[in-house]
């Protein structure tokens, strides 16, 4: 990765510090000759899909994770949405079952819920972990079948308390766990909170499959009955009691995830140095955060997003966007718009009191990390930020007499 020597930032004039652009984020994926050698011995064999490798990746990661049962999908959503089913769901999903989640969460959150004709219903979140805030969800339980808890950039939720209330109303609690595998909860692997928590292996997560999701739980009559509903519901006989998907990963995408598991440790502390080596380069520009996880908990740092806070800075969350894009840094502002202000849940739901949703929401901005990325780029980017910060007015000026990227 080159930066350039420049005498000012490229809004105003300079070169940009990274000609080539800094991408978001990029997969690694290790050892690749034994994925291929896997690979082939998959095609060689003809056993595509419901085969040995990916039952040796449920166990691997129910090894990895300290749970029972672990059901490969064909993507965290699906994951999600069979989860959802079983816990709110007849034969055919149940209508309007009010399932309580974060607004602040990936759209596939609510997503899932509504595609087996449940209704979201938007909780708030705490401010410094982005994640669902038990306080609000305490106000909230009335009536609700499911409570879902997003472990927002692999910050881990606030499960105990969670567990408190939930538990005492009889209410099942299920992550999106997404962002999460490989964070944990003081000692314990995210994983095992819950009924279920899902994990997503999509391309952008620290752990990739290419497309796939990962249902942890400790029950194993949830177990059995996910492995027969990511199967169209077929029990083995095709007699379907169970409107099922075809929601299977297959052994192709199992080859890599393996490969992905097995040093997603590695990753995951080359991550946290390059956290640490960013948050202390910023720690000097008021009004910037980033978002870290509690206290003896850590997270996979699946994303690095600060809060900005505009008042202090001078420049909102998209003026810093709009600066780094001309430096050639990309960004993207997870999760704004919060689910309850998208199209889809705005105009058919309710609207919420959500302030801490509707405070931070739009002071968001992730900006780019991936696990090999260099000490140095990553202080190069902390140092862009402090030096855009440094010049808000200038900045702020040339935004709005329209500079518009070249
Ligand atoms: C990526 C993501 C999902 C969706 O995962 P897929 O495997 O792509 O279905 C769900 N929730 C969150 C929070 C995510 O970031």
Redesign the pocket.
């Known amino acids: 990765m080159t930066t350039t020597e420049r005498s000012t930032l490229a809004l105003l004039g300079g070169t940009p510090l990274f000609p080539g652009g800094l991408p978001l984020t990029r997969v690694q994926v290790p050892d690749m000759p034994g994925v291929l050698r896997r690979v082939e011995a998959i095609l060689e064999s003809g056993q595509l899909t419901n085969g040995a490798v990916v039952r040796e990746l449920e166990e691997r990661a129910a090894e990895y994770l300290r749970v029972p049962h672990v059901v490969a999908t064909a993507?965290?959503?699906?994951g999600?949405m069979l989860v959802l089913r079983a816990l709110c769901g007849g034969p055919i999903p149940a209508p309007r079952a009010r399932v309580l989640m974060p607004s602040f969460?990936?759209s596939?959150?609510a997503h899932a819920a509504a595609w087996v004709g449940a209704e979201p219903v938007f909780a708030d979140i705490e401010a410094q972990r982005l994640t669902v805030d038990p306080v609000d969800v305490s106000h909230k339980l009335d009536d609700v079948a499911v409570l879902m808890g997003?472990h927002v950039y692999g910050n881990p939720c606030a499960v105990d308390e969670l567990a408190q209330l939930a538990d005492a109303r009889g209410i099942p609690v299920l992550y999106?766990a997404?962002?999460a595998l490989g964070s944990r909860h003081g000692d314990v692997p995210i994983g095992g909170f819950g009924v279920a928590e899902v994990f997503?292996?999509?391309p952008?997560?620290v752990a990739v499959a290419g497309?796939?999701?990962l249902v942890a739980t400790r029950d194993s009559g949830l177990a059995d009955e996910l492995r027969m509903t990511r199967n169209y519901g077929n029990p083995g006989n095709y007699d379907c009691a169970v409107a099922g998907l075809n929601a299977r990963m297959s052994e192709l995408h199992a080859a890599v995830a393996l490969a992905s598991l097995a040093d997603l440790e590695a990753r995951i502390a080359r991550r946290a140095e390059l956290v640490a080596a960013f948050v202390a380069e910023i720690a000097g520009v008021p009004g910037v955060r980033s978002v870290l996880p509690a206290d003896g908990d850590r997270s996979t740092f699946k994303d690095l997003t600060l809060v900005v806070d505009a008042d202090r800075c001078g420049l909102d969350a998209g003026d810093l966007a709009a600066a780094l894009s001309w430096e050639g840094v990309d960004t993207r502002h997870y999760f704004h718009p919060a689910m309850h202000r998208q199209q889809v849940y705005a105009r058919n739901l309710p609207a919420p009191d959500l302030p801490v949703t509707e405070a931070l929401a739009p002071a968001v901005i992730t900006v780019p990390l991936w696990s090999h990325m260099e000490t140095s780029v990553v202080v190069s980017l902390a140092r862009l930020i402090a030096e855009i910060m440094a010049s808000a007015a200038k900045v702020e000026q040339a935004l709005s007499a329209g500079s518009v990227r070249a």
């Open positions: 993507s965290c959503t699906a999600l969460s990936f596939a959150t997003t999106d997404a962002h997503s292996l999509s952008t997560k497309e796939g999701g």
